[in-house]
């Protein structure tokens, strides 16, 4: 993950080593479990299975394939479902949660993996990414080999990727022709590493450019052919499936920051179903943590704690998996203006981060030392904040002071993105507190630059200080001084 995220903002980097694997569960239909769920919550209500359906606008032999697990639920009717049921997000957690799924082997995957793809196919010409940036192993810091799930291996050299990062873009024109059945292993084995060697890349330069949405996905597209052609050759493809599970993470991403919802929302699917296929625990919790942060954009809590259960219920046994489900938990709470639950979560965060051992470091190596620290912190001030605006409570408030500014004093100089959001949600912070001078203060150096940006998350947090400081102290002559300021910035 490129700098500028925090966990309860855009969490985590795709996770670093880790073993692929995941609770299976014994029914046969793979929604089997959310399927009993249903039916029992519906009985419970009172409802037959056509009046669910008219009361969440689908068909009645919907609902009847949801009950039988013969159906994956879609996002928004799982959250109709929950509103009418009155579950308090009990279903969409249950979405969250891993299913039954192959072990890794020689066996094929359900072809449907391969369905038609989200967005846009991207133009051919979108070249390499800058060779000064092309490592000469796989780094440590959250992309590990898809084959051997470790870090260090070695990459081949650009120049030995000619159709990938020279000539016309592998989403237009015919395939590329990888991985043929016919060729040595070796050569996919080394495919392999130079497509995450070209995703480390993309992830440095796609926050900062523009068109390289359209790198990876391009990129991703090719490799979903790929993985299609080995899997109808009758072997899972493994390596490609770990690896289109990053991709699609990081696809994901660059659409939420573009504030494109619904594709993003499709693409950390896209994930989750690769992730679950190899068994990728890792993938699966921070492609989880992925989607709080798009619901909690569009302010939905109950939605977001389903999902936020969802990663610690990937494995118990992981530590920073429970310490991010903590950090998520707390912050939809905190949206739902519960104050005991928030404050609940944000302590078993704060004891499940100081107990992560060498694994979880290994795993997880952006929860690990100072960075680990500033993402807590930002998660922590994130959710009193949230909290704040939604009881009005100023001691919440001017606890999201103290977490935030301890967040912001460690965010490298690099990291210009998440600086910028943490100088605004303190900002808020003080203006939730009762200080509209020192809000003023801190957001006045920041928005040129704010208004500049084109990241859902920054202007999220631009339009929330806005409506703080416009709807109480308008008469104020720092506020309007500061709208002035505003509108110069925006010309």
């Known amino acids: 993950m490129t700098g500028g995220s925090a966990p309860g903002d855009r969490p985590a980097r795709t996770a670093g080593p880790a073993r692929a694997e995941g609770p299976a569960r014994a029914d046969g239909a ?9 039916r029992s919550l519906r009985r419970a209500a009172g409802l037959t299975q056509l009046q669910l359906g008219l009361r969440v606008g689908y068909h009645h032999s919907a609902v009847s394939k949801l009950e039988a697990g013969l159906r994956e639920p879609p996002v928004g009717l799982v959250r109709r479902l929950d509103a009418v049921l009155e579950t308090g997000g009990e ?13 890794p082997g020689r066996f094929p995957a359900d072809p449907a993996l391969f369905a038609p793809l989200p967005g846009a196919d991207a133009p051919a010409g979108q070249g390499a990414p800058d ?15 898809p084959l051997h799930g470790t870090a260090g291996c070695a990459v081949p050299d650009p120049g030995e990727l000619p159709v990938l990062l020279g000539g016309p873009h592998p989403a237009g024109g015919a395939a590329p022709a990888w991985g043929a059945d016919d060729g040595p292993a070796v050569a996919e084995t080394e495919l392999l590493h130079g497509l995450t060697a070209v995703l480390a890349c993309l992830i440095r330069e796609a926050f900062r450019h523009e068109g390289r ?13 790929w993985a299609g052609e080995v899997n109808s050759a009758g072997r899972l493809p493994y390596g490609q499936l770990r690896l289109g599970a990053q991709y699609a993470q990081v696809a994901g991403r660059l659409r939420m920051e573009r504030g494109q919802v619904g594709v993003a929302m499709a693409w950390f699917g896209h994930g989750l179903r690769w992730a679950d296929a190899v068994r990728d625990a890792s993938a699966r919790a921070t492609l989880l943590s992925d989607m709080c942060t798009l619901v909690r954009l569009d302010g939905d809590p109950s939605l977001m704690l389903g999902y936020a259960q969802g990663i610690g219920a990937v494995d118990a046994r992981r530590r920073w998996m429970a310490t991010l489900s903590d950090l998520y938990q707390a912050r939809g709470h905190a949206l739902a203006g519960d104050t005991a639950a928030c404050r609940h979560h944000i302590t078993l965060a704060r004891r499940g981060f100081a107990r992560l051992g060498a694994q979880d470091h290994l795993e997880a190596p952006w929860m690990a030392g100072p960075e680990g620290a500033m993402r807590v912190d930002s998660a922590i001030g994130g959710a009193l904040r949230d909290l704040a ?9 001017r606890r999201a002071v103290d977490a935030t500014a301890r967040s912001r004093a460690q965010v490298p100089p690099q990291m210009r993105s998440a600086r910028l959001l943490l100088t605004l949600r303190l900002a808020d912070s003080w203006a939730c507190a009762g200080d509209p001078g020192a809000a003023v203060a801190l957001a006045s150096e920041a928005l040129p630059e704010a208004v500049r940006s084109r990241e859902s998350m920054v202007t999220a947090e631009l339009r929330g200080l806005h409506s703080r400081l416009t709807g109480q102290w308008a008469d104020l002559p720092e506020v309007r001084a500061y709208r002035e300021r505003l509108l110069d910035a925006g010309e």
Do not use: I, K
């Open 213 to 225: 949405v359209t790198a990876v996905e391009g990129l991703l597209r090719a490799l979903a052919r």
């Open 389 to 397: 605006v939604a009881t009005g409570d100023r001691a919440a408030a």
């Open 131 to 145: 060779a000064r940036m092309w490592p000469a192993r796989l780094p440590a810091e959250g992309l590990a080999c």
């Open 91 to 103: 279903l969409a957690a249950l979405a969250a949660a891993p299913r039954e799924v192959p072990r």
């Open 30 to 38: 793979p929604w089997a479990e959310f399927g009993r769920q249903l």
